[in-house]
């Protein structure tokens, strides 16, 4: 037997994961426990969950394995700084404390940290990226493509998964990364670095692609294959503080936009243009990993895979037969992907392909679960009012009704999801239908910026009523945003299609107002009664009660939060927003029969990993 535990830290996003045999028994993200979003702290919460949840102790597990190799980064922050010197020296003298504390002892604080007296593995990032796309796919032979920052050196990989090896055919290296040229214009419209590529991504279909030349000519040079150059004299993240620099500010005749400030339409512009140069490059890489690997088959992940939009581009170009992206794209899927590459590469294992055709993530749902039992013990203790339901039919039925009224459900069930996107599972549902809840949802409940839109869950079997998505595709993970079709669209008029960016908000676009954005888009996540039975069954319920099968899905958390884990944390998120009423698996808990709330409360049940 093979026990492998794979872990992510150090820089964003920490996370355990625990292979066992080839098979994924549990992978979480260090946030979930300690409530502070995107953690990079060793997942030390993570990691003692996943062992839990493998029912073994620290002596049990016969390897353990980082995502990436501290050293290799090290020469290249080193190397960065001597090319650029003395331009970085500050920022040099800042990071070489946390090296030397931390990052260069990484093997050491593995063995402190988790007890483990063995001989702590490596590998490199984009191996455990490609790992986590290849490997968890229902694919026997494909070709992949990972994107993101930078990991050693590496910021773009195309390679070819067949059984149980990885081949790497091609890559891009540091200071020319796809997802650092994006975070750069992230981080230049004033959004947060790491966490706001998605919102850059939300409010391009706002703007024009004013820009595009602008970028082209000036900012990076695109090649027929999709490989690219930046121009490093606009940049400053090779030693400075900053993405950008003066030479930017004035190609764009004006300094980066300040936090919080107003957006203006030139913003907008600008998040579309980049948008639009991403997507090129990402078609580009794709064609190229096609005639590369002769594969039907993709598969995608790195941070840029999280560009829904560049994702739904690709599989509408129809280059490759099936896509699929692993959910958990960013670092912390790369402590699974580490996992993984030491079964299949170190280990040399055997790869059998399910025999029902679908994946090995379970639809991602690997993290803790708590059950009903221990909710139960959970309200009573603290004199809680709820109302429990037995019959799974009649728990779905009774919160359809809810939904078909209008009502928003904090709806709390089965494991918890591993990645950036809810699923069903730590999920804030509403009406799709409704046209106040995009705006209910954003001020009263998430508390984050109004032109954010919302994601929609479909019952996979009615995907096609109310999208343009290809015949045999699912989207389980909310990773692809595909048109909203063609006749449950509503025109616009002359006088609405005159107006510009923001002004656009409040005009709905289809008869399905709450998901979709003004460009008749929508990020979709359909649900595969095989992935999440009782989430599924809750869209069968809907759909008997208004003939839709389909409502919103966010995430269970409010702006600045990670997803909620715990009941606890369920109903602290419940008490502190506009959620209606709360779903703790088979109890209902509704909002006007709660005891007053205060946040310092002394809770009687705290729900720890012991």
Request: overall charge neutral.
């Amino acid at each position: 037997m093979s026990r492998i535990l794979g872990i992510s830290a150090f820089y964003h996003d920490s996370a355990a994961a625990l292979v066992i045999d080839g098979d994924i028994v549990a992978a979480a993200q260090e946030e979930r426990f300690t409530r502070k979003k995107q953690d990079h702290r060793f997942p030390r919460c993570a990691a003692k969950y996943c062992l839990k949840e493998g029912k073994l102790s620290i002596d049990d597990i016969d390897y353990v394995v980082f995502y990436d190799r501290p050293i290799l980064k090290f020469e290249r922050l080193l190397e960065t700084y001597i090319r650029f010197a003395p331009a970085g020296v500050t920022s040099f003298l800042q990071a070489m404390p946390l090296w030397i504390k931390n990052k260069l002892w990484i093997p050491q604080t593995i063995q402190k940290e988790l007890g483990y007296k063995q001989e702590v593995l490596f590998c490199d990032h984009h191996e455990s990226h490609a790992a986590s796309a290849f490997f968890p796919s229902p694919f026997e032979k494909a070709g992949i493509l990972t994107l993101d920052g930078v990991g050693e050196w590496t910021t773009t990989s195309i390679s070819k998964g067949q059984g149980n090896h990885i081949e790497f055919l091609s890559e891009i290296k540091f200071p020319h990364s796809l997802g650092l040229l994006y975070s750069a214009f992230t981080y230049y419209v004033g959004l947060k670095v790491n966490s706001g590529e998605y919102k850059l991504m939300g409010l391009a279909p706002y703007g024009e692609p004013k820009y595009v030349n602008l970028i082209k000519e000036h900012l990076i040079d695109i090649k027929a294959d999709g490989s690219f150059r930046i121009n490093m004299d606009y940049f400053n993240y090779c030693v400075g503080f900053t993405m950008t620099n003066k030479k930017f500010d004035r190609l764009f005749n004006a300094p980066p936009r300040m936090p919080e400030s107003l957006i203006t339409q030139k913003h907008m512009d600008i998040a579309k243009s980049i948008q639009v140069v991403t997507e090129e490059i990402m078609i580009k890489l794709a064609r190229t990993t096609k005639e590369l690997t002769r594969c039907e088959n993709l598969c995608l992940a790195g941070g840029v895979a999280l560009n829904c939009v560049g994702n739904g581009k690709i599989i509408n170009e129809k280059i490759f037969k099936n896509v699929w992206i692993q959910p958990a794209s960013g670092d912390a899927g790369g402590a699974l992907g580490a996992a993984l590459a030491i079964h299949y590469h170190h280990d040399k294992k055997e790869r059998n392909l399910p025999s029902d055709g679908r994946d090995f993530q379970k639809g991602s749902y690997l993290g803790p679960e708590f059950k009903n039992n221990e909710i139960r013990q959970f309200l009573v203790k603290n004199n809680l009012p709820h109302h429990h339901i037995e019959d799974e039919d009649q728990l779905c039925e009774n919160v359809a009704s809810l939904l078909n009224e209008e009502k928003v459900i904090g709806w709390f069930q089965g494991r918890m999801e591993f990645g950036p996107r809810a699923l069903g599972s730590r999920s804030i549902l509403g009406d799709a239908r409704s046209r106040s809840m995009q705006k209910n949802l954003n001020l009263k409940i998430k508390f984050r910026e109004s032109f954010r839109p919302f994601a929609p869950s479909v019952a996979a079997e009615k995907a096609s009523e109310y999208f343009k998505f290809p015949e045999g595709q699912e989207s389980p993970y909310m990773l692809v945003t595909t048109p909203v079709r063609d006749d449950i669209r509503i025109p616009m008029s002359e006088e609405e299609k005159n107006l510009f960016g923001i002004e656009k908000l409040n005009i709905p676009r289809s008869t399905l107002p709450a998901i979709t954005h003004i460009d008749y888009s929508a990020r979709l996540q359909t649900v595969n009664k095989k992935d999440n039975p009782r989430y599924h069954k809750l869209l069968q319920k809907f759909h008997e009660k208004t003939n839709y099968a389909i409502f919103v899905n966010t995430s269970f958390n409010v702006r600045g939060e990670p997803i909620i884990c715990t009941p606890e944390d369920a109903y602290k998120c419940f008490m502190r927003t506009n959620i209606d009423f709360l779903v703790l698996e088979n109890y209902i808990l509704a909002k006007k029969d709660q005891p007053q709330f205060h946040d310092n409360i002394d809770w009687k049940e705290e729900f720890t990993l012991d």
